[in-house]
């Protein structure tokens, strides 16, 4: 089971790498097409976000119909389609054109991998399983850091995307070795062929109830994805998009983006803002690691509420700097800074980053999963879009005080709704999960299994 995660995962890998590398290859783009404009710069940024949008809300409906790991397989033809692309492109059109191809990949293995890992996994890992996700997402962007920082020297822009392609070949190969998850099986007829890969992935005792307990879920949830916005459904749909929005504008790829153009504006020299990059790349990978190995242990709630407080706490901080000492920072003051950053990534990284993933992995009934973590992940992808695109004018419209401050405000009300709204799925079978949220009785179904309601 943990290699299914870690070739699977690859896809989380893809997926940090293509949306960190862009910070550096910026850098380089001009030496082969000459006089690009910021705004050229701003596209190929964020066309991979649009990509993004598009691909996940694609990615639920190929899911559905053929099964989540031909449709990760496809993914990772796109990849390396996308990646070459960009590697070789003769004219600029063309790499931007690559960057949407990469987009629609990263998009559909945003909400493919979650789900896949999610239905494979045991009840009482998949916690930790589906948040190895989650890790090779911030492993996939300290790579890029790195590779950027070492690839600066020769300035080879073509070999920071192309890398890339060796991840995605992996995946597609590492792919070809794993089987369909059991829940699209039973749910498409094909119940024995389920019954074999649960013999692989499960205690034997625990195969039939596994069977019978998706039957049920799927019987009782004869729901098409035209309800996904019904009043059945509005409720945990609207659980799924708020978090995916709250997980974006509260800033965290404003900081993954934009960190080194924010520390070089406030008096940081270029190197010493690429290092803060790194180190802030390295706490976001070591935090996911404290989360995966607490998600199992003490509920997801329990990480994202004070997760969430912790990044609230770290974002006044930084705006109270700035408003007292104006947006030019020297001694203490630029430290405080670059540790309450920290502070506010390993916040983020043991909280919102993987609960979010998580949750929308499992909150959903079977039969609209793949719509409803599609319509979620897609939600994500907007807004990760919108907050990208308005960041840097934002700081010039409301100066960085402003921004911090919006940004802490926001988070302040994630922290008030997920407290509100969020439930707890620790240890739950998925059937379970959503027939609580759905407001039915569950009964225990064994010892791990925990039915507290949230
Ligand atoms: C978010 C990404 C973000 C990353 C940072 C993910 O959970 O969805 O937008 O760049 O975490 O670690």
């Not at 996308?82 to 600029?92: E, I, N, Q, R, S």
């Not at 991998?113 to 996700?133: K, T, W």
């Not at 997402?137 to 890029?144: D, E, M, R, Y």
Request: hydrophobic share 50%.
């Amino acid at each position: 089971m943990v290699v299914t995660a870690a070739i699977t995962a690859l896809g989380g890998l893809l997926f940090g790498y293509d949306t960190g590398v862009v910070s550096g290859a910026l850098l380089f783009l001009s030496d082969t097409f000459h006089h690009l404009s910021s705004f050229q710069k701003e596209l190929v940024t964020s066309l991979l976000l649009v990509g993004a949008a598009v691909g996940a809300i694609g990615a639920g409906r190929v899911a559905e119909r053929i099964g989540r790991r031909l449709t990760i397989l496809i993914t990772a033809a796109i990849f390396v389609v996308g990646v070459l692309l960009a590697a070789f492109a003769p004219v600029f059109g063309v790499l931007l054109g690559a960057r949407v191809v990469i987009g629609l990949a990263v998009g559909s293995a945003s909400m493919t991998v979650p789900m896949y890992i999610g239905e494979a996994a045991p009840p009482r890992y998949r916690g930790a399983l589906v948040s190895f996700n989650q890790l090779a997402i911030t492993s996939g962007i300290l790579v890029s850091y790195l590779v950027d920082y070492g690839l600066s020297s020769s300035r080879d822009w073509r070999l920071m995307f192309g890398l890339a392609a060796l991840p995605a070949i992996l995946l597609f190969v590492g792919m070809l070795t794993q089987a369909e998850t059991p829940a699209w099986l039973v749910t498409h007829g094909r119940e024995d062929d389920a019954r074999r890969v649960l013999h692989r992935l499960r205690h034997a005792d625990d195969v039939e109830p596994e069977i019978d307990s998706i039957k049920e879920g799927a019987k009782r949830q004869e729901v098409s994805a035209r309800e996904l916005f019904g009043p059945r459904l509005r409720g945990v749909v609207t659980v799924g998009v708020l978090l995916a929005v709250f997980q974006q504008i509260t800033g965290i790829n404003t900081v993954i983006y934009y960190a080194p153009t924010l520390l070089k504006t406030t008096g940081f020299g270029s190197s010493a803002s690429l290092l803060a990059n790194v180190i802030n790349g390295v706490v976001n990978v070591g935090m996911t690691c404290v989360a995966i190995w607490l998600l199992d242990r003490v509920g997801r709630r329990r990480l994202l509420i004070p997760g969430t407080c912790g990044m609230a706490t770290a974002l006044v901080l930084i705006g109270a700097i700035f408003a007292l000492e104006g947006s030019h920072l020297t001694g203490a003051a630029a430290y405080v800074v670059i540790v309450a950053l920290f502070f506010y990534t390993g916040s983020f990284a043991i909280g919102l980053g993987p609960v979010f993933w998580l949750l929308i992995s499992e909150i959903y009934p079977v039969r609209v999963r793949g719509p409803a973590m599609s319509v979620a992940t897609f939600a994500n992808w907007a807004a990760n879009f919108v907050v990208t695109i308005s960041f840097l004018t934002l700081l010039h419209a409301i100066t960085n005080t402003g921004t911090f401050f919006l940004f802490g405000f926001l988070t302040v009300v994630a922290v008030a709704y997920f407290t509100a709204r969020v439930p707890e799925t620790k240890g739950m079978r998925l059937e379970d999960i959503s027939a609580q949220i759905e407001g039915r009785r569950v009964q225990p179904t064994g010892p791990q299994r925990s039915t507290r309601p949230a």
